[in-house]
Structures are given as structure tokens and as C-alpha cells.
Nanobody
């Protein structure tokens, strides 16, 4: 199972970005899909996760500003980021968990996309 993330870039404080992540290859089912981020010198942290039942969970620091969504038919997960702050600057990673066609569970990561919030 491969994940391809895109959508990062440089944005001014208060601006918006939309991250996308596409899953492909040997997927039987997808359970949770999520976004994590890692800022320089810090540990990777959960940003948001969405289950197969579309329940969502967000880090307190992003509630009300970032929105996670998924398109099961396209095997994609999105992160709409509004009202961005400099402290949102990080490399963002998508994560997808589920069952592969090999009947093995997978827990895979995308390659990371850099989001820089700066004036």
C-alpha cells in the first residue's frame, strides 16, 4: 500500500491550504485515515483522524481551524487548513490503516509535505 501526499507550501498567517493524500496498491479496506505533523526539533504529533464511520478527532490546537475529510471511492484523505498560524509550520504526514488484499493489516505513512506559515 502506497500513500502519496501533496498540497503543502508557503502561506501567510491567516491563510489556507488543502492537503491531499491518495492511497493505492493492494487495498482491501481502509479503516482510519489521519494526518500527523512534525515540527523542527519536536516529536511527530496527531493532527486529526477520521474513522471508517467518519467519526473525527482533532488535536486541541487545531480544533475549529483544520478539517479532515475522506473520499472512500477515491481512497483519499484531505486536510483543509484555515486560519493558519506560524506554529502550524511542520512537515505533515498522512497515515492510513486497514486490511490489504494479502489479508494482512497495514499501517502506512505518506512521504510528508512541508507546510510553512510565515509572513
Amino acid at each position: 500500500v502506497q500513500l502519496q501526499a501533496c498540497g503543502g507550501g508557503l502561506v501567510q498567517p491567516g491563510g489556507s491550504l488543502r492537503l491531499s493524500c491518495a492511497a493505492s496498491g493492494g487495498i482491501f479496506s481502509i479503516n482510519a485515515m489521519g494526518w500527523y505533523r512534525q515540527a523542527p526539533g519536536k516529536q511527530r504529533e496527531l493532527v486529526a483522524v477520521i474513522t471508517s464511520g467518519t467519526s473525527t478527532n482533532y488535536a486541541d490546537s487545531v480544533k475549529g481551524r483544520l478539517t479532515i475529510s475522506r473520499d472512500n471511492a477515491k481512497k483519499m484523505v484531505y486536510l483543509q487548513m484555515n486560519s493558519l498560524k506560524p506554529e502550524d509550520t511542520a512537515v505533515y504526514y498522512c497515515n492510513v490503516r486497514g486490511l490489504a488484499t494479502s489479508w494482512r493489516e497495514y499501517n502506512n505513512w505518506g512521504q510528508g509535505t512541508l507546510v510553512t506559515v510565515s509572513s
